[in-house]
């Protein structure tokens, strides 16, 4: 297919590995990064030690602070920006002259507080009418930066748009599936990320897989309780950017989410975690640099528990994990809240 020249923004382990993988398919690519300091770091140094450590970055990928020449003559922008700094970004990059032809792709999972809205529906606030699709799935960066084999999902309305990024993104590590569901990839790759924390925190108390197993389950019925009443497909859920989504966040040891929920469960503050993440790599333990970063659960809680109301919609994990994040509730008076709720059939 044409090669066609790519702009990632957002320097974080995801952004870093996307920047990567296109790259190694021929494509020109531009990471750009918020952080001028950071951007040069990785400039100089080719490693994002920060968040995705050990993974070198090729030479020839253009790595800026400066946000024009990111942009400038792009076909494809990828948006790898946290989700609730994306807003700020967008209202940047109204402002410059930018291609109105330019494809853009959002890979940033979460809900934005205040507005309730998914990432796609900020997207169209700033920037209006423009090509857009989401790309969400069970991708932790590290496994597809070391060419383990990964699976996602690219929705959107437009059935031509989606399966063209479709062969941008594809390797033989890297299968890529199309969706026209873009409120249920969208949310799946979102809410998932409260039930990570709540698995982290079982992880942290020391309790087990029956745990975990209860968790799972009951979360992806919360998860697809939302989602239909916010007009998502059911089988949507059931898929990759669903169930396939939520098992690796839950169980997996790069997991952020899981991370935050494991340390809570082990009697640190949420302040604490935060300040710990925030940490340059070389002074988190050994194994926790790909830690680092913005655990989007943690937002994501907040809105969602909005939302559930909004809705009329029973999330009980939810509205625990609410609690426990923003009303200090202890993590064991959540467990116990939660299991002796009134007896009802599944």
Request: charged share 25%; proline share 3%.
């Amino acid at each position: 297919m044409k090669k066609i020249n790519i702009a990632v923004l957002g320097d974080g382990g995801w952004g870093t590995t996307l920047a990567i993988l296109l790259f190694q398919k021929g494509f020109k690519v531009s990471l750009w990064g918020a952080f001028a300091d950071y951007a040069d770091y990785l400039n100089k140094k080719r490693l994002n030690s920060k968040f995705l450590p050990g993974i070198k970055i090729p030479r020839n990928i253009e790595i800026t602070h400066n946000f024009k020449n990111a942009i400038t003559d792009k076909q494809l922008i990828i948006l790898a920006i946290p989700s609730q700094y994306l807003r700020s970004v967008l209202k940047k990059l109204s402002k410059l002259k930018y291609c109105r032809d330019a494809i853009y792709l959002s890979v940033v999972k979460g809900i934005e507080i205040g507005s309730l809205k998914r990432m796609s529906e900020v997207i169209r606030d700033e920037l209006g009418n423009i090509k857009l699709a989401v790309l969400s799935g069970p991708t932790i960066a590290h496994e597809l930066a070391t060419d383990i084999p990964t699976t996602a999902v690219i929705a959107s309305y437009d059935k031509k748009l989606r399966k063209y990024l479709q062969n941008i993104f594809m390797t033989e590590r890297f299968r890529v599936y199309t969706n026209d569901d873009v409120i249920g990839v969208e949310l799946g790759g979102s809410l998932k990320n409260i039930i990570a924390i709540a698995c982290g925190i079982s992880d942290g108390l020391g309790f087990g897989t029956n745990t975990k197993a209860a968790l799972l389950s009951r979360g992806l019925v919360e998860i697809s309780r939302l989602g239909l009443a916010m007009g998502a497909k059911p089988k949507t859920f059931t898929g990759i950017s669903g169930l396939g989504d939520l098992v690796t966040t839950c169980i997996s040891p790069y997991s952020r989410n899981r991370f935050v929920g494991e340390q809570i469960g082990k009697g640190k503050s949420l302040k604490q975690i935060q300040k710990h993440m925030q940490m340059p790599a070389c002074r988190l333990p050994a194994g926790q640099a790909g830690q680092a970063g913005v655990a989007e659960g943690i937002p994501t809680t907040k809105s969602a528990y909005v939302l559930s109301l909004k809705y009329k919609v029973e999330m009980p994990i939810t509205r625990e994990v609410y609690a426990v994040l923003y009303k200090n509730k202890s993590p064991l008076k959540a467990v116990r809240d939660l299991m002796t709720r009134e007896k009802k059939e599944e």
